[in-house]
């Protein structure tokens, strides 16, 4: 994303209008497409188990990934084996459906689909055809729920409950479609979804199904031997303050001002997202130590970095979204079983 339109999207420059006829163009384009997925015009793959989508209706970083991570872990805790479909983006694999395990390249599988296995070692399958990805999810594991990451747009997998992530600080930025503003569909399509998950606790528009989430730091990775550290002995470890800090996300900031928050000076370095990482990335001309998130690091891991990190967050929800999720989410398991009886 070109970090100019990104920025005028934000701070609803003006000069945007210039490309109104092209966002009115697109919003039709994909509410059009969307209307025709709704009322069966198009095949759309229902599968045999409940499938969670998480996604959001703006380019960039949300937070999806942490989400993601944490909506595994709780399913698990309520006796759920879930699975995980993605696009993979960022990656270009020999052969689809490809499946990722913690050894993948992530050349192959994307960085976030790669990530995701490494850290919860859930079965996961990257496949631009989400239907043809979950089915062959389903014919290598036991999995009981299905999570789309970033899946949607992705009309042609069936959904049961629809998860939108929105940055809670920027919102919707000017609330128009591309290329006026960051939107790939329009803003009145979160009132469709089951759930809006807000990052963050600043003011942000309010939806009646919206609810807050943070991303907490929990932990930091040594990249030279994987030590796993809290982050009180890893804030030690790095010492000194001052810290190169890496991201190759949608929202760098947001990682920037964690940081800062955490009282390091911060000397920021960004990258395009998904951003294939050198070496040479990292010649930084001192000895400050470096900090990155874990989605760059995954990517890291065979440079020798000496002094280098990843700093570890995890997605918190509040108990209102936790209690009514799954509700939800047993209610649409119960209507699966009956279905299937």
């Known amino acids: 994303m070109s970090g100019v339109l990104e920025r005028a999207w934000y701070k609803s420059a003006k000069w945007l209008v210039l490309f109104r006829p092209l966002s009115l163009f697109y919003t039709a ?32 970083g949300t937070g999806k990934t942490p989400v993601v991570l944490a909506l595994i872990k709780l399913l698990r805790a309520q006796g759920y084996s879930p699975g995980v479909v993605s696009r993979g983006y960022g990656g270009r694999a020999l052969a689809y459906p490809l499946r990722v395990t913690p050894s993948t390249p992530p050349d192959q599988s994307g960085d976030e689909p790669l990530l995701i296995t490494s850290l919860s070692n859930v079965p996961l399958v990257v496949d631009p055809d989400r239907p043809r990805g979950v089915r062959a999810l389903l014919e290598h594991a036991a999995c ?73 730091p929990r932990y930091a990775v040594c990249l030279s031997d994987a030590q796993v550290l809290n982050l009180a002995d890893a804030l030690i470890n790095l010492q000194s303050s001052q810290v190169h800090a890496v991201a190759g996300i949608g929202n760098p900031q947001r990682f920037f001002n964690t940081l800062k928050a955490l009282g390091l000076d911060v000397i920021p370095h960004v990258f395009p997202d998904h951003h294939a990482f050198s070496a040479q990335d990292f010649e930084f001309g ?56």
């Open 286 to 341: 001192d000895d400050y130590p470096i900090i990155m998130t874990e989605k760059d690091a995954i990517k890291c891991k065979g440079f020798s970095l000496q002094n280098a990190w990843a700093l570890g967050v995890e997605a918190c929800f509040s108990e209102q979204f936790l209690k009514h999720f799954l509700s939800r989410l047993d209610s649409v398991q119960s209507e699966v079983k009956h279905n299937g009886s």
């Open 29 to 60: 384009m994909v509410t059009r497409r969307r209307a025709q997925w709704l009322s069966g015009g198009r095949a759309v793959y229902q599968a045999p188990v409940p499938v969670v989508v998480v996604g959001n209706i703006s380019v960039g």
């Open 144 to 216: 009981d729920v299905v999570i789309s990451d970033d899946g949607l747009q992705h009309y042609a997998l069936g959904r049961d409950i629809e998860i939108a992530v929105v940055d809670a600080a920027r919102g919707l930025a000017n609330g128009r479609c591309l290329p006026e503003g960051p939107l790939r569909e329009p803003p009145e399509r979160l009132e469709t979804v089951d759930f809006v998950l807000l990052n963050g606790e600043l003011s942000s528009p309010a939806w009646h199904k919206a609810h807050h989430f943070i991303l907490e």
